[in-house]
């Protein structure tokens, strides 16, 4: 089974940057698209961006320019580079990502969501 672990989320203030990262582990065939969700107190998750193994990438709408999704398939990670940080950014931000993977039985899909990473932006 794949598993996904964030790190890089913390405290920080407004108009300051952080930089997220996600690696996943397992036995991984490929992995064909990583995403990041939010999820502030009392809101629903919400798409923040996705790329998938060619590199074409969505954002949610407001946090283009502010937001850069990358990946590296080769060490299994994928990062969110947040920068103009402002306290509406506060949230718990999820990883997920699917692709295909080798099991004991052969290969399979997966699709994969990571415990969350705190991020709080002080004003």
């Known amino acids: 089974q794949v598993q996904l672990v964030e790190s890089g989320g913390g405290l920080v203030q407004a108009g300051g940057s952080l930089r997220l990262s996600c690696a996943a582990s397992?036995?991984?065939?490929?992995?064909?698209?990583w995403g990041w969700y939010r999820q502030a107190p009392g809101k629903q998750r919400e798409l923040v961006a996705t790329i998938t193994s060619g590199d074409d990438t969505n954002y949610a709408e407001s946090l283009k320019g502010r937001f850069a999704i990358s990946r590296d398939n080769a060490v299994n990670r994928a990062y969110l580079q947040m920068n103009s940080l402002k306290p509406e950014d506060t949230a718990v931000y999820y990883c997920?990502?699917?692709?295909?993977?080798?099991?004991?039985?052969?290969?399979?899909?997966?699709?994969?969501w990571g415990q969350g990473t705190q991020v709080t932006v002080s004003s």
């Open positions: 397992g036995t991984i065939l490929s992995i064909s698209l």
């Open positions: 997920t990502a699917g692709g295909r993977e080798l099991t004991d039985t052969g290969r399979r899909g997966f699709s994969s």
